[in-house]
Nanobody
């Protein structure tokens, strides 16, 4: 059983930056791909970025060039550094985990095994 707890959400102006953090706890976290998803009201949850224990990562097209996912295997944490934020980035951001190696969770790699409770990000005009 993996527990995931997100932090770092909040209100930011368009063009600003925000860093989300997720603490993962449980056995063998290093064996899990960790990542970030987001969901806007009325829309399906979508993958933002995922990263494996080796630092290999896959990013959604909208995230490339603006968002950076990183991971600390000592602290069992995953981060999402977001910059040049846009109002359309407003969403609840979820941390997720899936056992495995390939950084494809949420895409071909299958759905997460575990989810965090989510953290709200609001980007104002």
């Amino acid at each position: 059983q993996i527990q995931l707890v997100e932090s770092g959400g909040g209100l930011v102006q368009a063009g600003g930056s925000l860093r989300l953090s997720c603490t993962a706890s449980g056995p063998s976290v290093v064996k899990y791909v960790l990542g970030w998803f987001r969901q806007t009201h009325g829309k399906e949850r979508e993958v933002v970025a995922v990263i494996n224990t080796y630092g290999d990562h896959t990013d959604a097209d909208f995230a490339k060039g603006r968002f950076t996912i990183s991971r600390d295997n000592v602290k069992n944490m995953v981060y999402l550094q977001m910059s040049s934020l846009k109002p359309e980035d407003t969403a609840v951001y979820y941390c997720a985990a899936r056992a495995g190696r390939a950084p494809t969770m949420g895409w071909a790699g299958g759905e997460p095994d575990y989810w965090g409770q989510g953290t709200q990000v609001i980007v104002s005009f």
